[in-house]
């Protein structure tokens, strides 16, 4: 019931459409039968280019655009009548229409509404002449001169008005009140230009040629041009910073493995679209992502869908759906129009498609195009290192279970095999050596009493990682509490920057560090004061542990550390360098010691912050 409501509004927007775009040309069609032979063809031709350049290039107001041609319109009707002015403003907004790549029923509405209510507003203001009677002749022009342009926008505006009002998609009091507004700044741009144009026609009517009215009306058009350079820079500058935000969120995410809500967040600020919907590649199966918008369906692809899908390798711009049916076009509402289908490419193959979609033909531009692709391109870029991360993560928790698998065989289980040697021993010598029974027993429970410690120390180990349990910054002030508790130290903990989310390896390392770098200053450094600083900077996180004890010579700690097999300094720094990070500790004798501690941010799957020198 809504799709035939949808459609039944749609066909009667339509209907309003083609019967004034019909009434339009056959305006301009009658007008064009009647034009004669131009005195100053030079002039007509100055003028056509004039409003050719006003119109493609509108200028920018308050949260909108609007065309300055109206003076020049009103001129041209002074100088050459109603015929060759419908017929030249006609022709021109049909052609600047064209050159705009707009659907044919806006090339046919919009050059159509524009001569009727032109035509209008003149039939209005002829009527009302008699009735104007000043002393001054350009107070008279001007009065006739508003009228004409009241009526004119008001016509123009109703016309389109109609249409948004009898189009299925809302049209809200807000983007009317906006539109009104765009048009009223034209219209005062229009009165003053025009106040002008009579009175220089008032003084100098004698002379008034080729040049008078091309240094007149040049300031206008130069207006019109340079405004639009102007708003076509800040429009790309914008995209382009829309696109580096997105990006830093998408990068932010990565991590923790929550990049794919990026879509629901910030997605919108990129591009505005009507319907969204993201599939991913897992194995060979495509799975739906993300869906938002006018989607009717979110099956998994078929094998014939995945066969098309894997032969898109580029972005593909569909402008009409009529003319051109896309893949995934049943997935989507009938009343899309037009599509973007950008594949997710990583070292030439697929992981995934971004489809976007408006309810407009030819509604998506050149610069709509790249900013998906290139937003594709980085949806790519974090699938693939979600995959690194993921994998990293296995190797490191195959590698710890590796070695408490070595610590239980080459400790706890050669300590158990042992003591059972030992009982059995026991056990066959006590009916004649009861007494040496008695020793061999008692050594094999010392054993089994260490193995025992051993083995909970070992599942201790296998808990939950205090970072995955409460998070980094909870756990490194757990730590601290804890040993200001037992120890009587003043330790001073300072954040400094934006907390941001880090996967679990990266901050179970870090903590790991951190415990060992306190426990040094704690056992070693006979401090009362440590100072650590957890520093979330553009491009590294920094993590520095200070005490002001007695220092120690670093040759010789790290001579001490290759024949040490408890974790010390080299495996301090055997840990930092599994996420690309770097190790310094400064210290000398007496001085205190200084651990630094630096992970470079874009090593662990994240982007720049925003930084306005960076920017700049």
């Given at each position: 019931?809504?799709?035939?409501?949808?459609?039944?509004?749609?066909?009667?927007?339509?209907?309003?459409?083609?019967?004034?775009?019909?009434?339009?040309?056959?305006?301009?069609?009658?007008?064009?039968?009647?034009?004669?032979?131009?005195?100053?063809?030079?002039?007509?031709?100055?003028?056509?280019?004039?409003?050719?350049?006003?119109?493609?290039?509108?200028?920018?107001?308050?949260?909108?655009?609007?065309?300055?041609?109206?003076?020049?319109?009103?001129?041209?009707?002074?100088?050459?009548?109603?015929?060759?002015?419908?017929?030249?403003?006609?022709?021109?907004?049909?052609?600047?229409?064209?050159?705009?790549?707009?659907?044919?029923?806006?090339?046919?509405?919009?050059?159509?509404?524009?001569?009727?209510?032109?035509?209008?507003?003149?039939?209005?203001?002829?009527?009302?002449?008699?009735?104007?009677?000043?002393?001054?002749?350009?107070?008279?022009?001007?009065?006739?001169?508003?009228?004409?342009?009241?009526?004119?926008?008001?016509?123009?505006?109703?016309?389109?008005?109609?249409?948004?009002w009898l189009r299925p998609q809302t049209y809200f009091g807000k983007a009317w009140m906006q539109k009104n507004i765009v048009e009223g700044y034209s219209a005062i741009i229009s009165l003053v230009y025009g106040f002008m144009v009579f009175l220089l026609g008032n003084e100098r009517k004698e002379v008034l040629d080729f040049y008078s009215f091309f240094f007149f009306f040049s300031p206008l058009v130069g207006f019109s041009l340079l405004s639009a350079v102007i708003t076509r820079l800040r429009k790309e500058k914008n995209r382009l910073k829309a696109l580096f935000s997105v990006t830093t969120d998408l990068n932010k995410l990565v991590p923790t493995n929550r990049f794919i809500s990026i879509m629901d967040s910030s997605f919108q600020k990129l591009i505005d679209v009507d319907a969204e919907m993201l599939w991913l590649k897992e194995n060979d199966s495509w799975e739906v992502q993300h869906i938002n918008g006018m989607v009717q369906s979110t099956e998994p692809l078929s094998s014939e869908l995945i066969q098309l899908v894997n032969t898109v390798t580029k972005p593909v711009l569909i402008d009409n759906r009529r003319n051109d049916i896309g893949i995934a076009d049943a997935y989507f509402d009938y009343d899309l129009k037009s599509f973007i289908y950008a594949p997710l490419v990583i070292e030439n193959g697929q992981v995934g498609m971004l489809i976007v979609g408006r309810s407009r033909t030819k509604s998506f531009s050149e610069d709509d195009l790249s900013s998906v692709a290139t937003f594709a391109n980085q949806l790519a870029i974090a699938v693939k290192t979600q995959s690194l991360i993921k994998e990293k993560e296995k190797r490191l928790l195959l590698e710890e279970r590796n070695r408490i698998a070595r610590e239980i065989h080459d400790g706890i289980a050669q300590s158990l095999a042992g003591a059972i040697m030992n009982l059995e021993t026991a056990e066959r010598k006590f009916p004649h050596h009861p007494n040496e029974t008695i020793q061999i027993v008692s050594d094999s429970t010392k054993k089994l009493r260490d193995s025992l410690k051993e083995i909970r120390q070992s599942i201790?180990?296998?808990?939950?990682?205090?970072?995955?349990?409460?998070?980094?910054?909870?756990?490194?002030?757990?730590?601290?509490?804890?040993?200001?508790?037992?120890?009587?130290?003043?330790?001073?903990?300072?954040?400094?920057?934006?907390e941001v989310s880090l996967s679990s390896v990266v901050e179970k390392l870090l903590f790991e560090v951190f415990q060992e770098g306190m426990a040094n200053s704690v056992k070693h450094s006979r401090t009362k004061r440590i100072d650590v600083l957890l520093g979330y900077q553009s491009e590294q996180i920094l993590l520095k542990i200070k005490d002001y004890g007695i220092g120690?010579?670093?040759?010789?700690?790290?001579?001490?550390?290759?024949?040490?097999?408890?974790?010390?300094?080299?495996?301090?720094?055997?840990?930092?360098?599994?996420?690309?990070?770097?190790?310094?500790?400064?210290?000398?004798?007496?001085?205190?010691?200084?651990?630094?501690?630096?992970?470079?941010?874009?090593?662990?799957?994240?982007?720049?912050?925003?930084?306005?020198?960076?920017?700049?």
């Open positions: 019931m809504q799709t035939s409501s949808f459609r039944l509004r749609e066909n009667i927007s339509r209907i309003f459409m083609t019967s004034v775009s019909i009434a339009g040309s056959l305006l301009i069609l009658t007008h064009l039968m009647n034009v004669e032979v131009p005195h100053n063809p030079i002039i007509l031709l100055l003028f056509s280019v004039y409003i050719i350049i006003c119109e493609y290039f509108p200028i920018p107001v308050w949260k909108g655009n609007t065309t300055l041609t109206f003076p020049i319109i009103v001129t041209l009707y002074l100088l050459y009548g109603l015929s060759w002015t419908i017929v030249i403003y006609g022709l021109a907004v049909l052609l600047v229409n064209i050159l705009s790549r707009r659907p044919l029923r806006i090339v046919l509405f919009n050059p159509t509404t524009l001569v009727l209510s032109f035509f209008i507003g003149v039939k209005v203001m002829e009527s009302l002449d008699f009735y104007i009677h000043y002393d001054s002749l350009v107070l008279d022009s001007f009065v006739s001169y508003s009228i004409l342009l009241i009526v004119f926008i008001i016509v123009n505006n109703l016309m389109v008005d109609i249409v948004l201790y180990a296998l808990r939950p990682y205090p970072t995955e349990q409460v998070g980094l910054v909870p756990a490194m002030k757990n730590v601290i509490q804890s040993l200001e508790k037992e120890g009587g130290l003043d330790i001073r903990f300072e954040i400094r920057g934006k120690f010579s670093l040759i010789e700690e790290v001579i001490r550390a290759k024949s040490t097999p408890h974790f010390g300094i080299l495996n301090m720094n055997e840990s930092v360098e599994k996420v690309n990070g770097s190790l310094q500790i400064d210290s000398k004798d007496g001085e205190g010691t200084e651990i630094t501690i630096i992970v470079p941010i874009a090593n662990l799957g994240r982007g720049k912050e925003y930084d306005s020198s960076f920017v700049s």
